[in-house]
């Protein structure tokens, strides 16, 4: 099957998911599909290997698992659904930290990440602010970040005694944060975030996507 050949407007599981053979990266939301961006930009990888490298070396805790996308991650949001196969959610976060390993299996992570990160990319930019905070929010993420790389800053979602996301004041270039489920680790921003080794042509172009 071609990605073309797929009904955008269609109902899918993860069964028909594990089926594709395309290049074409996909996330499935609810049953709907969702195309992917085709490579993140060489900045948008310069932030997430610098996070995901001080998370797994600042983490301290030996039962939590760190992991960078392309990895699965299958959320069995509706009651009904009985089968791994059935489920109708399948996301691929930029890093997502887990420490309760029976969710994790061959295939992936099989129920919701205790801390999830997902880094704004032009193609990406309102499904991760929207679909993607209400999807983990309802899954039973604990703690759900979204990174800016463009205007270098940070929105930081924890969830309440409700089960609700509750985000603090944006942090910025000069901030040092903390996870509220890891507060031992402490991640300065300013080095996050590279200094401009792109070409300004290159910078324009990614800022300009946005």
């Given at each position: 099957m071609n990605f073309e050949d797929i009904d955008l407007q269609g109902r899918y599981t993860y069964r028909d998911y594990l089926s594709w053979t395309f290049d074409q990266v996909v996330e499935l939301i609810r049953g709907k599909?969702?195309?992917?961006?085709?490579?993140?930009?060489?900045?948008?990888?310069?932030?997430?290997?610098?996070?995901?490298?001080?998370?797994?070396?600042?983490?301290?805790?030996?039962?939590?698992k760190v992991y960078h996308a392309p990895f699965d991650v299958r959320l069995p949001l509706s009651p009904g659904c009985k089968e791994a196969e059935e489920i109708e959610t399948v996301v691929q976060p930029d890093i997502s930290v887990i420490c309760d390993?029976?969710?994790?299996?061959?295939?992936?992570?099989?129920?919701?990440?205790?801390w999830i990160i997902e880094i704004l990319s032009p193609s990406t930019s309102d499904k991760d602010r929207k679909i993607k905070f209400g999807l983990y929010e309802e899954a039973g993420v604990r703690e759900y970040w979204i990174i800016d790389p463009v205007e270098k800053n940070l929105l930081i979602y924890s969830r309440n005694e409700t089960g609700r996301f509750v985000g603090e004041r944006p942090f910025v270039e000069g901030d040092t944060v903390s996870p509220s489920i890891f507060p031992?680790?402490?991640?300065?921003?300013?080095?996050?975030?590279?200094?401009?080794?792109?070409?300004?042509?290159?910078?324009?172009?990614?800022?300009?996507?946005?």
């Open positions: 599909v969702f195309k992917m961006s085709p490579a993140p930009s060489r900045y948008h990888q310069e932030v997430s290997t610098r996070l995901l490298t001080k998370i797994q070396y600042g983490l301290g805790s030996p039962g939590c390993r029976s969710k994790l299996d061959d295939r992936g992570c099989l129920g919701a990440p205790d031992h680790l402490q991640i300065e921003l300013a080095p996050i975030f590279p200094d401009v080794d792109m070409s300004e042509e290159e910078l324009l172009e990614y800022q300009r996507q946005f």
